[in-house]
C-alpha cells in the first residue's frame, strides 16, 4: 500500500528504481522507431518483454517523452510511473502460483493502489499463462 506509516513505497522500496514505462506491442512498433524516438527525449532503456517493449525513462522525463511519442504518432498500450526491481529473484513454479495468488487479491483489495515485485517467473508457468 502506497502511503501511510511506511512512506511511498513500503519498508522494501530501496529495492526498486521509479521509473517512467511506456508499453508498445511489438506487432505494431519496430524497436528501431521507438529508439529513434525515445534516445532523443529521454529514454534510459529498451526492454524486449516477448510480444513487447518497455521503453524505461527518468520519471522527471515521463512527460517529454510522452509528448515526443505522441508528436510522432507512436501510441504505447501502456504510460505510467512504476517501479521497477533492481534485482529479481528466481522462484520454482509452486512459489510462483502463491506469489500471483498474493498479488491478485492485494490488487483487488481497493485500499491498495499499487503492486511492485521482484519474483522471475520460471518459463514453465509463463508457457502455461500463454
Given at each position: 500500500?502506497?502511503?501511510?506509516?511506511?512512506?511511498?513505497?513500503?519498508?522494501?522500496?530501496?529495492?526498486?528504481?521509479?521509473?517512467?514505462?511506456?508499453?508498445?506491442?511489438?506487432?505494431?512498433?519496430?524497436?528501431?522507431?521507438?529508439?529513434?524516438?525515445?534516445?532523443?527525449?529521454?529514454?534510459?532503456?529498451?526492454?524486449?518483454?516477448?510480444?513487447?517493449?518497455?521503453?524505461?525513462?527518468?520519471?522527471?522525463?515521463?512527460?517529454?517523452?510522452?509528448?515526443?511519442?505522441?508528436?510522432?504518432?507512436?501510441?504505447?498500450?501502456?504510460?505510467?510511473?512504476s517501479r521497477i526491481p533492481q534485482n529479481t529473484v528466481p522462484v520454482?513454479?509452486?512459489?510462483?502460483?502463491?506469489?500471483?495468488?498474493?498479488?491478485?487479491?492485494?490488487?483487488?483489495?481497493?485500499?491498495?493502489?499499487?503492486?511492485?515485485?521482484?519474483?522471475?517467473?520460471?518459463?514453465?508457468?509463463?508457457?502455461?499463462?500463454?
Amino acid at each position: 500500500k502506497s502511503g501511510g506509516a511506511m512512506g511511498e513505497a513500503g519498508c522494501v522500496g530501496w529495492m526498486f528504481d521509479k521509473k517512467g514505462v511506456f508499453t508498445f506491442d511489438k506487432a505494431t512498433y519496430t524497436e528501431d522507431a521507438l529508439m529513434e524516438i525515445g534516445l532523443e527525449h529521454g529514454a534510459e532503456d529498451i526492454v524486449d518483454e516477448g510480444d513487447s517493449y518497455e521503453v524505461h525513462c527518468a520519471p522527471a522525463d515521463f512527460d517529454a517523452l510522452r509528448q515526443a511519442f505522441e508528436d510522432a504518432k507512436l501510441e504505447p498500450s501502456d504510460a505510467e510511473l512504476s517501479r521497477i526491481p533492481q534485482n529479481t529473484v528466481p522462484v520454482d513454479v509452486e512459489t510462483a502460483r502463491k506469489i500471483l495468488r498474493l498479488i491478485e487479491n492485494l490488487e483487488d483489495n481497493e485500499d491498495v493502489q499499487q503492486v511492485h515485485s521482484n519474483f522471475d517467473l520460471p518459463e514453465e508457468l509463463l508457457a502455461e499463462m500463454e
